[in-house]
Structure formats: C-alpha cells, structure tokens
C-alpha cells in the first residue's frame, strides 16, 4: 500500500466526513462532494482502524477485498444499514403516529444515541475524544445544523407519508449547489447542474401528485435539507486545516455532535411542545393501543436504530468506492420507500410514483458526476 495523500472517508445520515489521518481534520461534505483539507502520510497499520473507512478516494480497497470473506463481509454491512434505516422509519412513524409530539421524539431519539457511545467510551472499547473549550465552540454551529437536519426529517416525516420525506430529501443536492454557489463561492462544472434538473422536475411532479401532501411535510423536509446543506458549508469554512481535539475519529465526531445536539433539543423542545408528550404519552396508554411499556419500548427501538444505521453506515460505506456508494445510497431510498409504502399501506399515485423515480435517479446522476470531476 502506498502511503501518500489517503483519506478516511465515511457515510453519516445523507452526509460524509472526510478525515485527514494525520491530524484528523474533519471536513463534512455532502453527496460526495470532498474538500480536500490536505496531505496526510499514514502508515498501513493506521488504517486498519476500527472504524472501517475508506482508504482512498477511489475507495482503497486492497486485495483481500476481491475475497469471498470479504464480499460476504462488506454484503452484511450494507444489509445491517438498510435493515436499521427501514427499522428507524417504521419505529419512528409508529412512535409519531401514537404521540403526535416530533420535537419530544427527535429529542428522545437523539438522546438515545448516548446510551450506546458513552459506555463505550467509559468502559474504554472505544477510545473517548478530548476536547478543548476551543473545540466545543467550533463544533456549536454544526451541532445546530445537525439538530435541524433531525428534527425537520422527523417532522416531516410525522406530518405526511414516509414516502414523500424521503421524495422531498432527494432535492438536498439542489440545496447544496445553492448554498456552495453562494457562500463559498464555488461554481461546478455545467454537467453537475444538469443533474440538478431531474430532481427538481421529479421533486415538483411527487409533490403535485402526493394524495397525502401538506405544507408542513414539505417545509420540514426541505428545512433539514437546508441545515444539511449549511452543515457541509460551517464544515468546509470552520474546520478545514484545523486539528479538532483528540480521538476524533469520523464516529466520535458523530458521537460528540450527538451529544451536544441532545443538549440543545432538550430546551428547545420544552420551549416548543413544554411537557405535553407525558400527557400525550398517557392518551396513548389510555387507548388501550399500548401499554406504557410497549409505547416506552417503541420510543427507544426509533432511537437506537436511529444511531445504529448511522454507525453502521460507517463500516459499509468506508468499505467501497464512491460509484458503488452512490448505487447503494439511491438503492437505499428506493428500499426505504417501497418498505414504508407497504408498512403503512400507503397509497402512491402513478404521477408520485414517476416523480420520485425521476428525482431519485437525478440524485444518482448527481453523485456520479460529481465523484467524475473529483478524478
């Protein structure tokens, strides 16, 4: 293995982070689009790492990868990441369904999280990050970005079908060409704009023809595109060349912006909904639909698969190259949509069912194109 300019590189809930191995300079770039932050030298020993990330921009994959062992290996991951994604959108619709509260559920989810990273880093399986008052101060803003992507694809999500957030969700490229246009100034090769096309013309059919639309799906949908989008850009204008802490891996960056989300979610959650979800929680029980154990059950199964498919997404997606990522990404959806469609036997018209097909190959398009102008 050649040790030169190698990148990690990691799949996160519609995002990545790209880690300099050197210093671990964290760059979140969305839909493929890596900024890179500089020339690091590793040594083969190093990226043999627990968290299972890419190893090249060509997806680094060395001769083991062509075996059997390997296949199954890389096979099973992506397995366990779509399992966890549909788990999570079941759970998540089920738990809205019976308690109509998406700023208490995207805190309860979020809060979840910590149950699993922090005793890893207590019990020392993985190794806790060390952060300065400095560091906090930088990751702030994208925590709050991180908030916003969850709590608006959980209100969305609540307030129409599942189907249609994620229809919704494959228009974050446009955002980010938008964002990155006009904040850091970057123009793209005309061929990626392009792209943007289907996407906005099927996103704009879904949504004529969607026989559950509402206003609100659509703005929440399209407000944790937004903060996705900025995510990426605080990244690229904050972080990059810029030595974050320590044991700042891809996944304990994940885990510490996490946590200082869950932080923030909590006071906003009672400024917005106060404690209505108890009483909400007890008309549920109250049905008789659920127990309080069952409902208490169902709230923590959408928070655990919420933070298993994001970690798991680590060990599938650092295992390939950008081309299979984008297949596997927009295969990804299409699953979660057929999933959610027969789970909650949610009808989808012929105009909603062509408007998706079209935006979601627009998405893989995109992501194509930009991994060609990266080569």
Excluded at 165 to 183: F, Q
Excluded at 194 to 204: D, K, Q, S
Excluded at 310 to 339: D, M, S, W, Y
Aim: net charge positive; hydrophobic share 50%.
């Amino acid at each position: 293995m050649n040790a030169g300019a190698v990148t990690r590189r990691c799949y996160l809930h519609e995002f990545y982070i790209e880690l300099t191995q050197r210093n671990f300079v964290p760059t979140f770039v969305l839909h493929s689009y890596v900024l890179k932050s500089g020339n690091p030298v590793i040594g083969e020993n190093q990226v043999k790492s627990s968290t299972a990330l890419a190893l090249s921009t060509t997806g680094g994959e060395d001769t083991s990868s062509s075996s059997i062992a390997e296949t199954l290996q890389v096979g099973s991951y992506f397995a366990l990441w779509y399992l966890f994604n549909i788990a999570y959108n079941i759970y998540n619709k089920q738990a809205l369904n019976a308690v109509a509260f998406p700023w208490s559920i995207a805190t309860i989810q979020m809060i979840a999280g910590c149950f699993y990273f922090v005793p890893l880093w207590l019990f020392g399986i993985r190794k806790a990050p060390k952060l300065s008052l400095s560091d906090v101060k930088t990751l702030i803003p994208i925590a709050l970005c991180h908030t916003g992507v969850h709590v608006g694809a959980v209100i969305a999500l609540g307030a129409g079908a599942v189907s249609f957030a994620h229809i919704v969700k494959a228009s974050e490229p446009v955002v980010t060409c938008v964002l990155n246009g006009i904040i850091l100034k970057e123009i793209l090769p005309m061929k990626v704009y392009l792209t943007l096309l289907p996407i906005i013309g099927g996103v704009a059919i879904a949504s004529m023809k969607e026989l559950s639309f509402t206003y609100l799906a659509l703005g929440a949908a399209m407000m944790s595109n937004v903060s996705s989008s900025m995510r990426g850009v605080l990244s690229k204008k904050t972080m990059s060349g810029k030595k974050i802490g320590e044991n700042m891996d891809a996944q304990n960056l994940y885990a510490v912006l996490t946590a200082i989300s869950s932080l923030m979610l909590i006071p906003m959650m009672l400024a917005i909904e106060g404690t209505g979800f108890l009483k909400g929680f007890a008309d549920a029980v109250g049905t008789g639909s659920f127990t309080n154990k069952s409902l208490s059950i169902l709230m923590a199964l959408s928070g655990l698969s919420y933070y298993a498919y994001n970690e798991v997404a680590f060990l599938a997606l650092g295992k390939v190259n950008p081309v299979t990522h984008a297949v596997g990404n927009t295969i990804k959806r299409v699953v979660i949509i057929v999933a959610s469609v027969i789970a909650f036997k949610t009808p989808m018209s012929t105009g909603s069912i062509i408007g998706s097909s079209i935006a979601i190959c627009g998405t893989l398009l995109y992501s194509l194109a930009m991994n060609s102008i990266k080569k």
